[in-house]
DNA sequence: CGAATGATATACT
DNA sequence: GTATATCATTCGA
């Protein structure tokens, strides 16, 4: 159950990192009660050089201040007035880089995250998602510009293999905006079935 | 298929 | 300071 530390966020390559969360586990505490997913679908934004994402042509905001910051901090921010959203920031200080985590499969806290998300029995909709993920581990806007190291959210390593052949790449959702960048594939999947 | 729903960025006065 | 368009989505008809 080792927590990822800084070293591991603060490669420059986001779109390697994003493969590398593949089966790492989202572990939130939040008023004293924790709940984990595995990782099973990531999307990287390539900082300022990739038009989705929100620091595109280094757009520095209150809001993106978060993705500036060291790699191992959270960035969360509201989407369509409803939706938290839950990235990972990687690379150096000054560079923003982010990583959104969109789906995952349960581990622990089961009941706390039917509670919260209004369900009655664990299916793929519990964490399918981006903003039911974050909803379900009780991730929202406060914890922005928290540390993945040492703070409510972190992720560990629970010795999870997802060998390559088990990844799919394709292109990133809901980024229609971001023209030929929204082609790119740097959304990455795994089977929940490969996960033990 | 389309409404919900509010913070945020940007362009105004 | 105020106005308005725009969302890295979800759920229900």
């Known amino acids: 159950m080792k927590i990822l530390q800084e070293k591991f966020y603060a490669r420059d390559d986001v779109v ?3 493969r590398e969360l593949l089966g790492k586990v989202l572990v939130t505490t939040i008023d004293g009660a924790t709940t984990s997913a595995v990782i099973t679908e990531t999307e990287a934004y390539a900082g300022v050089r990739d038009r989705a994402s929100h620091a595109y042509g280094d757009r520095r905001t209150a809001r993106t201040e978060p993705m500036y910051a060291k790699g191992g901090t959270a960035y ?3 989407c369509y007035g409803i939706h938290h959203l839950f990235n990972v920031v990687t690379g150096r200080s000054g560079t923003p880089h982010a990583i959104l985590v969109r789906a995952g499969k ?3 806290g089961v009941t706390l ?4 998300r209004g369900r009655k029995r664990p299916d793929a909709a519990l964490l399918g998602g981006p903003g039911s993920l974050a909803r379900a581990l009780g991730i929202t806007t406060t914890l922005t510009g928290t540390s993945l190291v040492d703070g409510p959210i972190r992720i ?3 010795g999870i293999r997802v060998p390559a052949s088990k990844i799919s790449a394709g292109p990133r959702v809901g980024v229609d905006y971001a023209g030929a960048d929204a082609l790119l594939p740097y959304r990455f999947r795994v089977d929940p079935g490969e996960i033990q």
């Open 106 to 108: 349960p581990v622990e």
């Open 156 to 158: 560990e390593d629970h």
């Open 76 to 78: 969360v921010y509201l």
């Open 16 to 18: 390697a990192i994003s």
């Open 113 to 116: 995250m039917l509670e919260r």
